[in-house]
């Protein structure tokens, strides 16, 4: 075992606090990764607060994971000490169902493994990336190819793969007319994704605070939802609305945006039940669905095309010391647009 320093919540109300974990001995599959940045996802605090239950402390939180590559086991082939490496939301599937041959591990028919809160196959629980290393099996873990920094690379492996999936599932590209929902962690990838799939993007936002910023990462158009104009004004206008809001928001009303055969799909989610009014579907064949990260294969994929056109997250940079008060400046919005935690402050 090898034991590394890291930043837990030790219950769902105490502050987040230095601590220090073991990690696995590397089987022969295994990958060392020694973390340089973890970015700080919603889900992250949702889940050491225990809002969506179930959480077992102490919880070290992170799925945003980019680092280096330090040693590995005796039949690893994908990767190789040095290599520049991210770990995003899962760390294991069964490899075997349906779903997992598709290279749809999301969705392994068994349940994946999440980064942290779920349990490795040897039965402890699984940590995430607030801490200095972590020890994964060599098929979930992406290649970060070079030309993309680490420390904005990181939110990719969450917030970049969670909105590219639906992007690509639903055909954004040249000709296609999508808007983003909300401008945050989520939003503005999608935004800066989209854009670089060649489609016409959108931002709908319920003021207009951030339109400069929505602008700068690459919408074409910034409406306000809270001025009911916009609702009037853009009827029947999108192929593809992707919502990354977790609020309730007014299902019809989105719905009525959407053109022929256009779908509304969900990244974000509410802890409360939406209702529809069927009719908003059935005019003009329109479709409202969800869509949950993406597989190993994608999610390179993603980062390749990142890659390619030069698209990192924008972050700040905080030193694990400020978790905490990152945590409360994630809740009031007050972040443009991800925390990414330098890992080299937990030692
Ligand atoms: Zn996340
Ligand atoms: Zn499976």
Avoid at 10 to 33: C, E, K, N
Avoid at 271 to 292: K, Q
Wanted: include cysteine; hydrophobic fraction near 40%; proline fraction near 5%.
């Amino acid at each position: 075992m090898l034991t590394v320093n890291a930043y837990a919540a030790p219950s769902a109300t105490a502050p987040l606090a230095p601590t220090s974990i073991q990690r696995r001995d590397l089987g022969p599959r295994d990958v060392l990764i020694e973390i340089k940045f973890c970015g700080i996802c919603h889900s992250d605090i949702h889940t050491a607060r225990g809002e969506w239950g179930g959480t077992n402390y102490p919880i070290v939180p992170g799925h945003e994971i980019a680092g280096i590559v330090t040693r590995v086991g005796a039949q690893v082939t994908k990767h190789a000490v040095g290599d520049r490496v991210g770990v995003g939301c899962m760390v294991d599937s069964c490899g075997d169902c349906a779903n997992c041959r598709k290279g749809e591990e999301q969705h392994c028919l068994k349940g994946m493994i999440q980064t942290y809160g779920g349990a490795g196959r040897d039965g402890q629980p699984t940590q995430g990336g607030y801490s200095t290393h972590i020890v994964v099996t060599e098929d979930f873990v992406l290649k970060i190819p070079e030309g993309l920094s680490l420390d904005a690379a990181a939110p990719l492996l969450c917030a970049g793969i969670t909105t590219y999936a639906p992007l690509r599932h639903w055909g954004a590209g040249p000709g296609k007319k999508v808007a983003i929902v909300g401008l945050g962690g989520l939003g503005h990838m999608g935004v800066k994704l989209a854009r670089a799939m060649g489609a016409e993007v959108t931002v709908l936002s319920q003021t207009l605070s951030k339109k400069e910023d929505g602008l700068r990462l690459g919408a074409h158009h910034y409406h306000a939802t809270k001025d009911p104009e916009t609702f009037r004004k853009l009827a029947g206008t999108f192929d593809l609305i992707v919502n990354t809001v977790s609020a309730k928001i007014d299902l019809d009303a989105y719905l009525s945006l959407l053109a022929l055969d256009g779908a509304l799909v969900n990244v974000g989610a509410p802890p409360d039940p939406l209702s529809v009014n069927v009719f908003s579907l059935i005019m003009t064949r329109r479709s409202f669905a969800g869509s949950l990260i993406g597989g190993i294969r994608q999610t390179q994929e993603m980062l390749d095309f990142c890659a390619q056109h030069k698209l990192g997250a924008d972050i700040e940079v905080i030193p694990a010391g400020k978790i905490n008060e990152a945590y409360e400046r994630v809740l009031a919005s007050d972040v443009r647009y991800r925390f990414v935690i330098d890992a080299a402050t937990l030692k």
